[in-house]
Each structure stands twice: as structure tokens, then as C-alpha cells.
């Protein structure tokens, strides 16, 4: 009777795994091939820079270009200061995203750890805040910086705006990992005397350091793109950022596609080079972000 059921299991333990190998190949095919889809427009962006115009418009259209032609890029350079408006993004970018990432920690902490009054309220009135379009609250900015502060033509408007937290979700994201910390680390260090900043700096903060990455690569990859604001707020072409820069560029070479690829590919590099270094971390701050609540 042993022997028969063992003989039933062996079969259909063989068979699970057969199966379970059988899905899991069958996934990794599926992946890779959406995963070549989510790649072909900047493969096909990347090889249009390396070709001529004449390729470009050929057809039926080369998977690969004929010549490797990376003095497009070279030539494109004497058009498109691309370390000028990388320099000038940077000025923006490296404040705000400081600036942000900290004081998102002090909200996060305040909102988590801290017992005040209106904290519910405060709270609710933060992340409701989410659900306010830009547009709304973008000609009372405007109008606040240009008449009443008379701030023309200036990085400071694209940067203190990110010293509140840098939007409403930071805020959120940090509460929520502050939350899973145990709240008996808080108390033990209370009873040897140490105080809110303390217990922020050495508990909280080493603890929370994944979750401050992905504060910081979600506002650098929402500044790498902001053009709206860019745009109302910088006059000057010196002054002029890499999205600022490419929008002219492509509007003052709007048949010579092979610059044009060369330059959106310069800009879109460091960011996602910037992206792939914390993509760790960004996926699991999104994961762990509703774990507590």
C-alpha cells in the first residue's frame, strides 16, 4: 500500500515541477519579448542618430545603419551646448532634490512619530493635496513670484517650491516606511535620554535610507522633465536647461531628424543612467509603501 502511494506521489511530484519549469520558461519568453517592445522606440531613436537623413527616409527602414556614423554626435555638439544645459539643469536639480528629500524627512517623521494637534487633519490635507492639478495652483504661483516677490527670469522659483517635502507623496512614502519601524527603538532611546533629532538621525534615517533614495530619484526624474515650469520661469538662453534647450532645438531644426536624434539622446541618458542606479531601491519603496498604514 506504502509503495503504491509512493509510487502515485513520485509521478505527479515530477510532473508539478515539469509544469512549474514549463510556466516559468514560458513567462521569461513573454518578458523578454515585452521587455525588446518597451526598448525598440530608443533603439530605433539611437540607431536614426548614427544614421544620415537620406537613410532616415529610405524604406523599406534599416534595423541597422550602414555606417556607424558617431560624429553626428560631434557636429550635433556645435549646435547643442548639451554640458551648458546640463550644467544649468544641475543648478536646479541638485538643490531641489536635496532640499526636498530632506525636508520630506522631517515631515515623514513629524506625521509618523509626533503627537500634535490637527496631525490627522494636517495629513489629510497633505495627501488630498495629490488630487490638485498643477494648473490650478500654477498662475497663483506665477503671480506670487513675478509681482509679488518681483523674482523675473530665476532659478529660485523652481527650487524653494521643493523645500516643503517635494509634493505630497514624498511625504506620504516617508510616513509609511517610518511606520514600520518599531516603535520600541524610539522608546528604548528615549530612556537613555535621547531626544526627536537624535532618534531621527541615528535610528530612523539609517533604517530609511532606501525609501530617501526614491525621494530623491522621483524628483530628479519629475525636474529632468519639467518643461512647463522651465518655460515660464526662465527667460534667458543662457539660462536655459536641457528641456528648454531641446524644445528649441527641434524647433529651429525641424528637418535635420539625425541632430535631433542626437540630442534627445544626450538628454535622455542621464536620466535613466540615474534610474538604473536606484531602480533597486525604487521598487522597493513602491512595494513597501502601503505595508503599514
Keep these: ?11 505527479s511530484i515530477r510532473s508539478r515541477k515539469r509544469q512549474e519549469k514549463i510556466g516559468n520558461s514560458a513567462t521569461l519568453i513573454i518578458l523578454i519579448l515585452l521587455g525588446a517592445l518597451v526598448l525598440l522606440p530608443i533603439w530605433w531613436m539611437f540607431r536614426s542618430s548614427l544614421m544620415t537623413n537620406a537613410e532616415l ?14 560624429g553626428n554626435y560631434v557636429s550635433t555638439m556645435d549646435y547643442f551646448p548639451f554640458w551648458k544645459y546640463f550644467k544649468n539643469t544641475m543648478t536646479i536639480i541638485v538643490p531641489s532634490v536635496l532640499g526636498g528629500t530632506v525636508t520630506a524627512t522631517l515631515a515623514g517623521y513629524a506625521f509618523a ?11 489629510t490635507l497633505c495627501v488630498g493635496s495629490m488630487l490638485l492639478p498643477t494648473m490650478v495652483t ?6 506670487l513670484w513675478t509681482r509679488g516677490l518681483h523674482v523675473v527670469d530665476s532659478y529660485l522659483p523652481l527650487i524653494f517650491p521643493h523645500f516643503c517635502g517635494g509634493g505630497a507623496f514624498n511625504i506620504f512614502l516617508i510616513r509609511q516606511f517610518v511606520r514600520t519601524i518599531p516603535r520600541e527603538l524610539d522608546e528604548a532611546a528615549t530612556i537613555d535620554g535621547a531626544g ?3 532618534i531621527l538621525v541615528s535610528i530612523i534615517i539609517p533604517s530609511i535610507k532606501s525609501a530617501m533614495i526614491v525621494v530623491a530619484l522621483l524628483l530628479f526624474i519629475m525636474l529632468w522633465n519639467d518643461l512647463l515650469q522651465q518655460i515660464i520661469y526662465i527667460n534667458s538662453l543662457d539660462k536655459f536647461t536641457i528641456a528648454l534647450g531641446l524644445a528649441q532645438f527641434k524647433g529651429s531644426l525641424g528637418t535635420d531628424w539625425t541632430k535631433i536624434m542626437c540630442a534627445t539622446c544626450m538628454s535622455f541618458v542621464p536620466g535613466v543612467i540615474f534610474y538604473l542606479i536606484g531602480q533597486k531601491y525604487f521598487v522597493e519603496g513602491i512595494v513597501m509603501t502601503g505595508m503599514k498604514n
Design 1 to 11: 500500500m506504502r509503495e503504491n502511494a509512493a509510487g502515485f506521489r513520485g509521478p
Design 57 to 70: 527616409y529610405a524604406y523599406p527602414p534599416k534595423f541597422l545603419p550602414g555606417r556607424w556614423l558617431f
Design 113 to 123: 512619530r509626533l503627537k500634535f494637534r490637527g496631525k490627522k487633519f494636517l495629513f
Design 138 to 143: 500654477l498662475v497663483p504661483l506665477y503671480i
Design 196 to 198: 526627536h533629532f537624535r
